[in-house]
């Protein structure tokens, strides 16, 4: 096998850089997180100062730009500060395009880079050696941190990993000064950072987001409920991995935890009870013009209920069905007896409309509704005399 491929023979550049001039970043998979819905996969990021070795990690839930820009930001502020450059592979939510030389980056994290003043440089492709200080860093916590842990949640993996790094990766010996700790490389390189812009740059996601037909928007997978009267319309979407806003113009109009899960379901009460409000008050009303039609003598007996706390909606469902039993006629004089006699209750309502169907010969139709596999309504008397024995 080596006289038919031969291992071809290949030097190494090795560099070592100034303090404060390059942070090496990259991503590591780490295990899947179980999730509402379903799993997640679970990643690392690593940011590596190349000159002290001084490593920030977290664990994170998404690759995309909206996640590296907050693990940037977090990453400078543990350092308190910037280096130079940063170090990236060819990953797609760095570049965007690629010939040769010739890279175009990803405009957020373009505009991110200039607000800190750092370069922002890539490997070339299929050279991962170019930056084996984070690449050593990833095996380094796979290895010393994740190796036989369990996590169970973003949240709880974080505080145990930023302890780690603080108690044993800082303490551990430097590689190319003998005698020195990591920790205390970083104090002189800390002094070469870029100082931070005060305040720091907002990394939230912001972006329109329709809103369904059912007062929901989409994130993700998940859904996050709005206002009823935001409805089939347009606002504005600020996220981050903690909290999602909904904007109109400057206005939040609703503000949910963001949700990791798959396909879950995020209603607000306040949501829910609005729409069911506008529901039952949309059919009342409708029901109560009915019957104002048919019956100008309801206005009363409606008055009567409001003044007496009464639930309307029930009373006037109530009330409708009486009249699709007995009629127009028969409803108009029962209420008008009621409201002779100042009674308000639906029973003595039915009690009434049966009493003066009786005096009219009228049939009354049952008013029940049938179940859509019943075929028919007629029902065949029979004799009951053999209940008898």
């Given at each position: 096998m080596?006289?038919v491929?031969?291992?071809?023979r290949?030097a190494?550049?090795?560099?070592e850089?100034l303090p404060g001039?390059v942070g090496?970043?990259?991503w ?6 179980a ?8 990643w690392v990021?690593?940011l590596q100062l190349?000159y ?6 977290e ?7 909206s ?8 990453a400078a502020?543990?350092?308190?500060g910037?280096?130079?450059?940063w170090?990236f592979?060819?990953?797609k939510?760095?570049v965007?395009e690629?010939h040769g ?6 405009e ?10 750092v ?5 070339d492709?299929g050279?991962p050696q170019?930056k ?7 095996r ?5 941190f994740f ?13 145990q990993?930023?302890q ?6 800082l ?13 205390e ?7 070469r950072l ?7 740059p ?5 972006r329109?987001?329709?809103?369904d037909?059912?007062?929901f ?5 998940n ?6 009267d ?7 979407l600020?996220?981050d991995?903690?909290?999602m806003?909904l ?9 949910h ?5 798959r396909?879950?379901v ?11 409000a506008e529901?039952?008050?949309?059919r ?11 019956v100008p ?6 008055d ?5 706390n009464?639930?309307?909606?029930s ?19 029962a209420i008008d007896?009621?409201?002779?006699r100042d ?9 009434l409309?049966?009493r003066?169907?009786?005096?009219r ?19 065949v ?9």
């Amino acid at each position: 096998m080596r006289e038919v491929r031969p291992r071809p023979r290949k030097a190494y550049l090795d560099i070592e850089t100034l303090p404060g001039e390059v942070g090496e970043v990259d991503w590591g998979h780490v295990g899947e997180l179980a999730v509402p819905g379903g799993h997640r996969p679970l990643w690392v990021f690593v940011l590596q100062l190349s000159y002290s070795r001084a490593v920030f990690a977290e664990l994170v839930l998404s690759l995309d730009s909206s996640s590296l820009r907050r693990s940037l930001l977090r990453a400078a502020a543990h350092f308190g500060g910037s280096p130079r450059a940063w170090l990236f592979d060819n990953a797609k939510t760095v570049v965007v395009e690629r010939h040769g030389s010739r890279v175009r980056y990803h405009e957020r994290l373009v505009e991110l880079a200039s607000q800190l003043h750092v370069e922002l440089r890539v490997c070339d492709p299929g050279a991962p050696q170019q930056k084996g200080g984070v690449e050593r860093s990833i095996r380094y916590l796979k290895g010393r941190f994740f190796s036989a842990r369990h996590i169970h949640s973003v949240e709880q993996g974080n505080v145990q990993l930023h302890q780690f790094l603080d108690e044993i990766a800082l303490e551990r010996p430097h590689p190319r000064l003998p005698g020195c700790t990591v920790a205390e490389v970083l104090q002189q390189e800390r002094r070469r950072l870029l100082p931070l812009p005060d305040p720091l740059p907002p990394v939230e996601d912001v972006r329109p987001v329709a809103v369904d037909a059912k007062a929901f928007v989409h994130l993700d997978t998940n859904r996050y409920s709005v206002p009823t009267d935001h409805a089939s319309g347009t606002l504005t979407l600020v996220a981050d991995d903690i909290v999602m806003r909904l904007l109109d113009g400057d206005h939040e109009v609703a503000c949910h935890p963001r949700c990791w899960g798959r396909k879950q379901v995020l209603e607000q009460h306040e949501h829910r009870q609005q729409l069911i409000a506008e529901k039952r008050g949309a059919r009342d009303a409708k029901g109560r013009d009915r019957l104002r039609v048919e019956v100008p003598a309801i206005d009363q007996l409606l008055d009567r209920w409001l003044e007496r706390n009464h639930n309307m909606g029930s009373r006037v469902a109530s009330t409708l069905r009486l009249l699709d039993a007995y009629g127009a006629a028969v409803l108009r004089a029962a209420i008008d007896e009621m409201v002779e006699r100042d009674l308000v209750d639906i029973g003595a309502m039915a009690v009434l409309c049966e009493r003066h169907r009786k005096r009219r010969g009228t049939t009354a139709v049952p008013a029940f509704d049938l179940a859509p596999h019943v075929p028919e309504r007629d029902v065949v008397p029979h004799d009951l005399g053999g209940y008898d024995e």
